[in-house]
């Protein structure tokens, strides 16, 4: 046997259909596949406690002897099977626990009377009855040799992720006896020596993650396979940054005369941080290294501003830019700006999405035939621009990128020969996601905060406290304010318990009945949201119910009030993405989470939106809190599924990946 070893070669199993089927979901072909398979979970069940005479919080391990054993059948016909189970040992005789289990008639042929059994499960009480229902098991017997230390009982045993046709103890056993068969020598060390303090090898790393004799072991081993993989992933993304670098670029800086007209008509001067990036752009448009540039920026902290100026200079120098956003209402929104913006300049803006073309007449369209480069903002419809670009593509700008995959984004970019990439994000990242999944990146941070933004006071509410709210809301309206109600769904739901927008709409017109109220989500048509969002821009709607579709883009200065029901079912750094929607004009802004009276702990986890406006704080304690999968989400990087995510919060160990990586790409 070696690693390459088909798992279906493996013998004392048999592989019918419905377990190569489901071994093939999970990707498992080989014994490599196996191997790398890693536990979910672990189950403690070395210790055997006295013998159980009452109900307990945990799973336990219980060692007895089947006294007997037969089906059964309970209420409405139900049958069961059941076996009564007895301590070995005569100083506890009359302690007794059934094991329960339904709809599983063929559990009569593998338990009977007589015999020695492990059972792991939770006592309850059942009537007067101590009883397990469906516990694990295994049957002590000469082939044993009336050990426990096998696969499944008697030691510290792993849990697995499952697909349909592949039981627990069918895997379990397949990676105890691929352990047992294969030589240490078949698995090659892949760090280099001295990675880590006390660093093991990795056959022993792979037998202890599977099978640890300790849990404290269990951690120590996991955290050398999480460096393996992150070293891993870090090489990816340095070749992938040598090699871009290596297809080099050209210049597509302009003298930059259109970039100080621009920010000369500015009512502000831009913030130190919006000039630093500026800068650090300018130098990357201006060498003939091409650029690939991620812009974090927090909420309100003026991204937007930063990409008008590099795109400014790329037109200037003849180019075209074009500018792709993740919906039909961010395109429109950022259509209108760049033409308020670029206008006075002589700039040719275009809009093209999957139902709007600028040059249909549908949008105005103002041109001025100069020699400069023309910008073409769009959705997804940018990917199939059949017409091309009137000049040679120079700059790629893809904001909310994260909304795209990466086949997606390629696509745009190869419109052009090299062009310059800058790609933009609202959601603040932490560091070590950041080197993790944009390692191949150079970085630009936004952190510091427009002058003039109002101050926005958030406060946590009960769901049942909504007449009170309204009344708030009056009083706003009243004052000529403009506010947002955001729903988590669209339509109500038999299955989750959660408000939605379509529903409450109806209630909000009544209970605001002097006010104009509209809805927004995302099933509406193009057309239907515009018509929308047009109206509550020009302040003729001034409640408006709707879902996320409002996350990003949405641009209402006298909107000053937002409330988020069942905001528990959010995650902090969405939630401080929608509240980003107001305290963009001079008016003090709130932001009310209305949240479950049931769900005390998800209140707590959001006391830190009422601490504080920073996203980076926001993001880290998201990311301790919902841990790396989630706070990812749909994230779109290309990169392999990572088994460690949990030390993705791990600076150091990340640094170290980094760092290694380096060094085994140099040498």
Known sequence: MDLATPITELEGFRFDKKLREGLQKLGLETVDDLLSHFPRRYEDRSKFPPFPNQPTDEAVSVHGIVTDASQRFGKNRRRFFEAVVEPPEESVLGNKIVCRWFNMPFMHKLIVSGHEVIFFGKPKMSGRRLV???PDYEIINEETGGSYLDAHMGRIVP???????????????????????????????????????NQPSRADAIRKIHYPDTMEEKCSVERYLALEEFTKLQLILLEKKRNFLAQGGRVHCGPGSLLEQYLDALPFDPTGAQSRVIGEIRADLDSEKPMSRLLQGDVGAGKTLVAAAAILLVLEAGFDAALMAPTQILAEQHFLSFQKWFEP???????????????TGELPLFSSGSEFGTLTIGTHALIHNKDGFENELGLVVIDEQHKFGVQQRQSLIDQGDSPDVLVMTATPIPRTLT??????????????????????????????????????LKDQLEEGRQLYIVYPLIDESEKLKAGAATDEFEAWKKRLPDYSCDLLHGRMSSEEKEAVMEGFRSGQIQVLVST????????????????????????????????GRIGRGEHKSYCVLMCDPENAEARERLKILEETRDGFRIAEEDLKQRGPG????????????????????????????RQIATVMLEG
């Not at 300049?345 to 040059?359: A, F, I, M, P």
């Open 132 to 134: 397990m229902d469906h």
């Open 159 to 197: 849990i697995y992720g499952l697909a349909s046709g592949v039981g627990q103890k069918a895997l379990r056993g397949m990676v105890f006896s691929v352990l047992e068969c294969l030589r240490d020598d078949e698995i090659t060390d892949w760090l280099p020596p001295g990675s880590m303090e």
């Open 345 to 359: 300049l002589g700039l040719s803006v275009k809009l093209r999405t999957g139902s709007k073309n600028s040059e």
């Open 435 to 472: 080197l993790s999944f944009y390692g191949d990146l150079d970085v630009s941070i936004l952190d510091e905060l427009p002058a003039g933004r109002g101050k926005i006071i958030t406060g946590i509410r009960l769901t049942t406290q909504t007449d009170k709210a309204v009344s708030f």
């Open 548 to 579: 996320t579709v409002i996350e990003v883009g949405v641009d209402v200065p006298n909107a000053n009030v937002m409330l988020i029901y069942n905001a528990e079912r959010f995650g902090l750094a969405q939630l401080h993405q929608l509240r």
């Open 630 to 657: 989630e706070v990812l989400g749909t994230q779109q990087s290309g990169l392999p599924d990572l088994s460690f995510t949990d030390f993705l919060g791990d600076t150091h160990l990340v640094n170290h990946a």
